[in-house]
């Protein structure tokens, strides 16, 4: 990797461990690795070879910086992050922290500023807008806080049509759409419009949408933030379902320390740096 002799990264989080105070040493097979924290540290061991290998998603000191007029506001700076296949990341922060900023460029809705950023060992940081748009359409399904239905289509329409925008034969049948509409328990709304639906049912449908292209990574930006505890829950506990029963990589922004306490890693933002520790701050940054 790209990683130049000063840097000492923690293999399982990525973070650069340059000035961190509470750097904890393993040894493994006679070789000895660095982390963040014993819960970075504590990974490692079950798994050694695959923290060695290449990380799905991979953040290599990405900075955001946002010009509006005299106002230079740094939003990211210096994120170092790795992803794991078939992990459940949460991403947690304060209001304003950058956990949207960072969720859309991995996301590749938005650019870094500076930095690479590496899907499946590809710099994806400087690509064309086309590119990123095909990968953007194959590889991942978004949730949003808003469920960003299209008013004027029914539940059905609103879940097929990313099927249009991305190559044939890489989504689900017609009929296994309508089958998940049924496990849902929307079988009878499909044709309905999203007025005609509870937040928690758009919610699901813009599940259902999120998944019809079969992507292998799942994106939320506070997917249940709209709703009530309950219904949130249900939500959540369909995510949790396809990350663990589908193997889907699955990455939440989310304040909810429930959630998080959920997650395979948690990713905390502060002052546009993620910070050491992780699980330990979970508390603090969540309400
Ligand atoms: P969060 O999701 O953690 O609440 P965001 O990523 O939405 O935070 O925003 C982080 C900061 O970046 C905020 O201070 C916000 O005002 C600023 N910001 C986000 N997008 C833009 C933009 N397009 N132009 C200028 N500032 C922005
Ligand atoms: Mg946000």
């Not at 750097?23 to 070789?31: L, N, S």
């Not at 990974?43 to 050694?48: D, G, H, V, Y």
């Not at 009929?175 to 499909?190: N, P, Y």
Request: with cysteine; glycine share 10%; net charge negative.
């Amino acid at each position: 990797m790209e990683t130049s002799s000063q840097e000492r990264r923690d293999p399982v989080c990525g973070m650069d461990l340059t000035g961190i105070p509470d750097i904890v040493e393993v040894k493994v097979d006679g070789e000895t690795f660095y982390f963040c924290s014993s819960m970075c540290a504590d990974r490692f061991k079950t798994a050694p070879k695959k923290f060695q290998g290449e990380p799905m998603i991979h953040l290599h000191d990405v900075w955001k910086v946002f010009h509006d007029g005299d106002v230079t506001t740094e939003v990211l700076r210096g994120i170092n992050i790795h992803i794991w296949p078939g992990d459940f990341t949460a991403i947690i922060g304060a209001s304003g922290s950058g956990k949207s900023t960072l969720l859309n460029m991995i996301g590749l809705l938005d650019k870094p500023t500076s930095g690479g950023l590496f899907l499946d060992g590809a710099d994806l940081a400087h690509t064309s807008e086309d590119d990123r748009a095909l990968l953007r359409s194959k590889k991942f399904g978004f949730v949003f806080q808003q469920y960003n239905l299209i008013p004027w289509l029914t539940a059905y329409d609103n879940v097929t049509l990313p099927l249009i925008f991305a190559e044939a034969g890489n989504g689900l049948e017609r009929e296994a759409i309508a089958k998940h509409f049924d496990t849902i328990g929307l079988g009878a709304r499909m044709e309905h419009r999203p007025t005609e639906l509870s937040g928690g049912e758009q919610q699901r449908v813009a599940l259902l949408r999120a998944i019809a292209n079969d992507p292998e990574i799942l994106i939320g930006d506070e997917p249940t933030g709209n709703l009530d505890s309950v219904t949130g829950a249900k939500i959540l506990d369909m995510l949790i379902a396809l990350n663990k029963q589908e193997g889907k990589t699955l990455i939440v922004v989310t304040h909810d320390a429930d959630i998080a306490r959920k997650a395979d890693q948690i990713i905390t933002l502060k002052d546009g740096k993620t910070i050491p520790g992780h699980l330990e701050h979970a508390k603090t940054y969540t309400e």
